[in-house]
């Protein structure tokens, strides 16, 4: 059997990059795997940002436009990832609450990102905004019930409370309802939660109107075709009958609840 050494000869000498500093290796990472071709996942690039935020001087709002310049991204993204980490770091150091089966590995970061999208959530936590990585104000107990929510799984069907992450724009809207939020605290679904706060109603009323909003700019398309095709005469017929369904569903539902 060839062994390697017998197959090749070793190189004397290896290409490498060399740098003067570290801060200089630290800016040529962030141009590779934060916004370049070999992204590291979310919690990475969160923790490599807070050690480039650390290296630089200025005010937050300084700090984070000088780091999204060397990075080739937004301010606003640099801040709202420094801010989950600081949040993620908080729940770590509470040891994930004691949720079965969440440590590092098994909770998805980008979650927290993309909860702190919205601004009722936001205020649920008590901060100022996505931007404050320091967390001033913070309310531990709402951290903590939104970490179950999102994070915690049930045993038999292991699904979370929010479920997919397209929940959480329902979840922002059930935090800020009085009656929604007691709900939800006392182990209600979020669908039912949901109902006590009206998000049903907001979702579905938002939904509608982008879908009427698809439909006239799909109509704005078609005196431009050279040629209809099968595909798109057979995508509008199914678009009509998933339209005579709602209108079922929805005269259905009215008469339920009278």
């Given at each position: 059997?060839?062994?390697?050494?017998?197959?090749?000869?070793?190189?004397?000498?290896?290409?490498?990059?060399?740098?003067?500093?570290?801060?200089?290796?630290?800016?040529?990472?962030?141009?590779?795997?934060?916004?370049?071709?070999?992204?590291?996942?979310?919690?990475?690039?969160?923790?490599?940002?807070?050690?480039?935020?650390?290296?630089?001087?200025?005010?937050?709002?300084?700090?984070?436009?000088?780091?999204?310049?060397?990075?080739?991204?937004?301010?606003?993204?640099?801040?709202?990832?420094?801010?989950?980490?600081?949040?993620?770091?908080?729940?770590?150091?509470?040891?994930?609450?004691?949720?079965?089966?969440?440590?590092?590995?098994?909770?998805?970061?980008?979650?927290?990102?993309?909860?702190?999208?919205?601004?009722?959530?936001?205020?649920?936590?008590?901060?100022?905004?996505?931007?404050?990585?320091?967390?001033?104000?913070?309310?531990?107990?709402?951290?903590?019930?939104?970490?179950?929510?999102?994070?915690?799984?049930?045993?038999?069907?292991?699904?979370?409370?929010?479920?997919?992450?397209?929940?959480?724009?329902?979840?922002?809207?059930?935090?800020?309802?009085?009656?929604?939020?007691?709900?939800?605290?006392?182990?209600?679904?979020?669908?039912?939660?949901?109902?006590?706060?009206?998000?049903?109603?907001?979702?579905?009323?938002?939904?509608?109107?982008?879908?009427?909003?698809?439909?006239?700019?799909?109509?704005?398309?078609?005196?431009?075709l050279d040629e209809v095709t099968?595909?798109?005469?057979?995508?509008?017929?199914?678009?009509?009958?998933?339209?005579?369904?709602?209108?079922?569903?929805?005269?259905?539902?009215?008469?339920?609840?009278?």
């Amino acid at each position: 059997m060839k062994t390697v050494a017998s197959l090749a000869t070793p190189p004397e000498t290896l290409p490498c990059l060399q740098f003067p500093a570290r801060s200089d290796i630290l800016e040529h990472l962030g141009y590779r795997h934060v916004t370049g071709i070999k992204e590291w996942d979310p919690l990475a690039k969160a923790r490599y940002l807070k050690e480039r935020y650390q290296e630089v001087a200025g005010s937050p709002t300084e700090r984070y436009q000088q780091i999204s310049r060397t990075i080739g991204s937004r301010s606003d993204y640099v801040g709202r990832l420094l801010t989950a980490l600081a949040i993620y770091e908080k729940i770590e150091a509470e040891k994930f609450y004691k949720i079965v089966g969440l440590t590092e590995s098994t909770l998805e970061f980008s979650l927290i990102s993309s909860v702190l999208a919205y601004e009722k959530i936001i205020r649920f936590l008590g901060i100022a905004s996505a931007q404050s990585r320091d967390l001033q104000g913070i309310d531990d107990d709402a951290l903590k019930w939104l970490t179950k929510w999102v994070f915690e799984r049930n045993q038999t069907t292991k699904k979370t409370i929010v479920g997919e992450s397209r929940n959480i724009r329902v979840l922002a809207d059930v935090v800020s309802h009085e009656r929604s939020l007691a709900a939800l605290k006392d182990g209600s679904s979020l669908a039912l939660a949901a109902k006590l706060s009206g998000a049903a109603t907001d979702s579905l009323l938002a939904a509608i109107g982008s879908a009427s909003e698809n439909v006239s700019l799909a109509r704005n398309y078609v005196d431009d075709l050279d040629e209809v095709t099968a595909l798109a005469t057979s995508s509008v017929n199914e678009l009509l009958v998933g339209v005579r369904d709602l209108r079922t569903a929805l005269q259905a539902r009215e008469e339920e609840v009278g």
